[in-house]
């Protein structure tokens, strides 16, 4: 029962920080967020929430997601609908994604603090 529990809460545990991340800022400041985080094309950090994935775009814009995000042969980003959720790009160039894609948006990201 103890190994049980034990095992329970470093899994919980690792879940929770596997998708956690951090970025140094313009400034040169450490900034973390719950999900991954990049850096638009004037070094502002933006982050998605936990288990979504964040892009740089073709403009330097940084667009997210709720699952992990790919670009695709047109240039367009598209993330998983599913957070936590992967996404790939298959041997034509589409993006594929756990449970389906959707497009990317800014409205999934925060900037970081």
């Known amino acids: 029962?103890?190994?049980?529990?034990t095992l329970l809460i470093s899994a919980l545990i690792f879940t929770h920080h596997a998708y956690a991340d951090c970025f140094t800022n313009q400034a040169g400041k450490v900034v973390c967020g719950k999900g991954h985080c990049e850096s638009d094309q004037y070094g502002k950090v933006y982050c998605a929430d936990a288990g979504g994935g964040a892009v740089r775009n073709s403009k330097g814009k940084?667009?997210?997601?709720?699952?992990?995000?790919?670009?695709?042969?047109?240039?367009?980003v598209w993330c998983s609908t599913e957070v936590g959720g992967g996404a790939a790009i298959n041997s034509i160039g589409k993006v594929v994604c756990l449970n389906g894609c959707e497009e990317a948006s800014i409205e999934y990201c925060h900037e970081a603090q």
């Open 1 to 5: 029962m103890i190994i049980r529990t």
């Open 62 to 76: 940084v667009v997210c997601g709720k699952g992990d995000c790919a670009i695709d042969g047109l240039q367009k």
